[in-house]
């Protein structure tokens, strides 16, 4: 019986750890008096212009949703939430990113979609675990290495930006499936893109592009050109 029941205060204490994982807050108020207990924050959709510094109190945060505010920058303490796995920043007015993002070492989506971004800083390459990269709609003029050292990239989204040129290393990026830069100033691909044998949905509409890359036929696996 005793051991029923200490069973079951076991299964329950799970249960109650399970459900703080998935509690959604949606205040910086509200997030405060429990800390700890803080995995999701969505603060989107609020007109902000700043966040906190005291956003690193949050230390066992895995989701950060700031979408559709006002943001033109965001506070360096941001690059100390070590356990941050997505970070959503789509329809802001950001000209930066923090230096160290690369602290951000467990981070998994990056969204920048739709800001005034016009280059990712070195740390960047920091970001080892990074899957999906999206930065649609911002300034970019070309691909830094700090990216095509990305080598977890299975979706990097840099539609309608300025890019004249991709880097001839951007064959680092294997396991890459979704690559969309549609609506660029594209001339011409380099040859080591044939190598992304991976690769299932290429988008380069809008664009300066009379030609192919000899070997792009290789790629086996293409389904959306």
């Known amino acids: 019986m005793i051991n029923k029941f200490i069973l079951s205060i076991s299964l329950l204490s799970s249960f109650i750890a399970l459900a703080q994982k998935d509690k959604t807050f949606r205040s910086i108020e509200n997030a405060k008096s429990q800390p700890d207990s803080v995995y999701i924050l969505d603060l989107s959709i609020k007109s902000l212009t700043t966040i906190p510094e005291s956003i690193n109190e949050f230390k066992n945060l ?17 690059t100390k939430l070590r356990h ?6 789509t329809n802001n007015n950001l000209t930066k990113l923090p230096k160290d993002i690369g602290n951000l070492s467990n981070l998994k989506v990056l969204d920048l979609t739709n800001n005034s971004l016009e ?13 999906e990269l999206r930065a649609g709609r911002n300034e970019f003029e070309h691909l830094p290495n700090c990216i095509t050292q990305l080598t977890e990239l299975s979706k990097l989204i840099l539609e309608s930006n ?21 609506g660029n100033k594209i001339s011409s691909l380099p040859a080591s893109i044939s190598q992304l044998h991976e690769l299932t949905i290429f988008k380069a509409g809008g664009n300066n592009l009379f030609s192919l890359p000899d070997d792009f036929g290789n790629l ?5 050109l």
């Open 62 to 78: 895995r989701i950060l949703k700031l979408s559709y505010n006002r943001l033109s920058n965001l506070p360096q303490s941001i």
């Open 220 to 224: 086996a696996k293409l389904e959306r």
């Open 119 to 131: 280059s990712f800083p070195h740390s960047m390459s920091n970001c080892i675990e990074l899957k």
């Open 84 to 89: 941050l796995e997505e970070l959503y920043l």
């Open 162 to 182: 300025n890019i004249i040129t991709l880097p001839n290393d951007i064959d680092n990026l294997k396991k890459l499936q979704h690559f969309d830069i549609n």
